[in-house]
């Protein structure tokens, strides 16, 4: 019962914010897994003002550096390369490993470059999550650090929240119950004795057919922001039944974060071979 009250404030709270907004970053789960610190500083050189860095700014054209491989090359470009060098140290530094966590439940991880997908087979159900690194970390408000206070100890950490979308297909079933999830909000830690609320929300539930990759718009959707709250209280519980709840949320951020830190050292590599022309 208190669960279900707590649902329905949750819910409430949906239907007065918008349903697009960017999750925030948890709290709690710097203990659950190794934190990140904000460390993405090609902009943090600037001034307090707000302006260029220095580093990227340039009065006139530099001159250029002659180069075998027949491209322009310029005085920027090389202090391009040595920043992204020591920013792709900094970064494998803070890394944990090049393996990704792990999934408990038996779901089977599949990577197709930023996109990922865990699925499950339980009871003659398969059950499939489906998510994107891509824009999964949400906007950080840097705070001007206190004096005396070094600026390093207010980076927040970096954790990717992303949207997922669970698909649940039945067998000799020709459709699939697809649910369109996002991380809440409101999502906070919880005291000793006090009821656990959802980290997660279903924005969205509709009949698709198997293995579509985009909704068709022509069959009906049921939007959760005006829903009776008892309804969504039995939909987060079907969900929960096949193993998609909190503690399958809070595995699914350290993964996805993982993932989303591996991309981003990857793109750091393949920008920095970019720039020196191999």
């Known amino acids: 019962m208190l669960k279900s009250l707590s649902r329905a404030v949750q819910l409430a709270a949906r239907v007065s914010s918008s349903a697009a907004a960017a999750p925030v970053t948890p709290a709690v789960r ?24 220095r580093l990227l700014t340039s009065k006139g054209l530099l001159p250029s550096v002659s180069c075998g491989c027949g491209s322009l090359h310029t005085e920027g470009d090389k202090a391009f390369a040595e920043f992204l060098t ?9 890394q944990k490993g090049k393996s990704v966590p792990k999934m408990s439940g038996g779901w089977e991880l599949q990577l197709n470059g930023t996109e990922a997908k865990l ?16 824009s999964s970390i949400p906007p950080q408000l840097e ?5 005396g206070q070094k600026g390093q100890e207010n980076e927040p950490d970096i954790v990717s929240t992303p949207n997922f979308v669970v698909e649940v297909t039945k067998q000799g079933a ?7 999830c996002h991380f809440s909000e409101d999502e906070t830690g919880h005291g000793e004795g006090e009821e656990e609320s959802d980290i997660f929300a279903i924005r969205e539930v509709s009949f698709q057919l198997e293995g579509e990759e985009e909704w068709k718009e022509n069959r009906y959707t049921l939007n959760t922001d005006s829903l009776d709250w008892a309804l969504y209280d039995h939909l987060m519980d079907f ?22 830190h591996q991309e981003y050292i990857k793109f750091l590599e393949d920008l920095s071979s970019f720039v020196k022309c191999k």
């Open 30 to 53: 710097s203990a659950l897994y190794p934190s990140r610190t904000f460390t993405r500083s090609i902009w943090m050189m600037s001034s307090n003002s707000g302006s260029r860095p």
């Open 86 to 94: 020591d920013e792709i140290k900094e970064e494998k530094k803070i």
């Open 119 to 134: 699925i499950r087979s339980i009871s003659g159900e398969k059950v499939t999550v489906a998510f994107n690194v891509n």
């Open 143 to 147: 705070d001007e650090p206190e004096q």
């Open 174 to 180: 020709s459709n699939s119950l697809v649910f369109d």
């Open 239 to 260: 969900l929960s039944d096949r193993g998609v709840d909190n503690a399958f949320a809070d595995e699914l951020v350290g993964l996805s974060t993982a993932l989303e």
